[in-house]
T-cell receptor, first 113, second 110 residues
Framework: DVKVTQSSRYLVKRTGEKVFLECVQDMDHENMFWYRQDPGLGLRLIYFSYDVKMKEKGDIPEGYSVSREKKERFSLILESASTNQTSMYLC????????????FGDGTRLSIL | GQNIDQPTEMTATEGAIVQINCTYQTSGFNGLFWYQQHAGEAPTFLSYNVLDGLEEKGRFSSFLSRSKGYSYLLLKELQMKDSASYLCAVFDGGYNKLIFGAGTRLAVHP
């Protein structure tokens, strides 16, 4: 079974802090994704990566950056957290072929105070 | 633009059949996925359609009409555990990404 593990289920941070969200997958998938999920808006893609050290902007990259130094790990960074970044963050991975389903982690519910 | 529409909420009775519709207008189309998401949990893959027609998988079936930009997920013999959100997502191969609808929250009552 594919396992996508996110480092925290719940996280509370303060405005202006630098926040790191970590994601690890154990299936040797090439593609990894970061989404945020907000009520009524569905999942929105922040960034994705199709290989080590490669990254592509998604639909809402502003205020975020990512790092992929190893194939199994994809980190999301909030450079200076703001209250409008309070959300559920979901990481996903998939094989290189796009028609394969993405496998999701359990999510991190992040609150910025 | 990219647009995926599905109803916000639906209710149904245990043992019944429910159909969740999804219409899409996207710049690219390389298949449509359905995911199930229970409250507080990760979305899990249900089905994938790339050709027109019906795909059946146990109690769940998914239909696609590319010419109409339309899909539906059919759930038969509903069980209480089917209460969840159902997410429709179009895969745009040109950008190698999924575009999600806002999800349909299904409540199954006894």
């Amino acid at each position: 079974d594919v396992k996508v593990t996110q480092s925290s289920r719940y996280l509370v941070k303060r405005t202006g802090e630098k926040v790191f969200l970590e994601c690890v997958q154990d299936m040797d998938h090439e593609n990894m994704f970061w989404y945020r999920q907000d009520p009524g808006l569905g999942l929105r893609l922040i960034y994705f990566s199709y290989d080590v050290k490669m990254k592509e902007k998604g639909d809402i990259p502003e205020g975020y950056s990512v790092s992929r130094e190893k194939k199994e790990r994809f980190s999301l960074i909030l450079e200076s957290a703001s209250t409008n970044q309070t959300s559920m963050y979901l990481c996903a991975s998939s094989p290189r072929t796009g028609s394969q389903p993405q496998h999701f982690g359990d999510g991190t519910r992040l609150s910025i105070l | 633009g990219q647009n995926i529409d599905q109803p916000t909420e639906m209710t149904a009775t245990e043992g019944a059949i429910v159909q969740i519709n999804c219409t899409y207008q996207t710049s690219g189309f390389n298949g449509l996925f359905w995911y199930q998401q229970h409250a507080g949990e990760a979305p899990t893959f249900l089905s994938y359609n790339v050709l027109d027609g019906l795909e059946e998988k146990g109690r769940f079936s998914s239909f696609l009409s590319r010419s109409k930009g339309y899909s539906y997920l059919l759930l038969k013999e509903l069980q209480m555990k089917d209460s969840a959100s159902y997410l429709c997502a179009v895969f745009d191969g040109g950008y190698n990404k999924l575009i999600f609808g806002a999800g349909t929250r299904l409540a199954v009552h006894p």
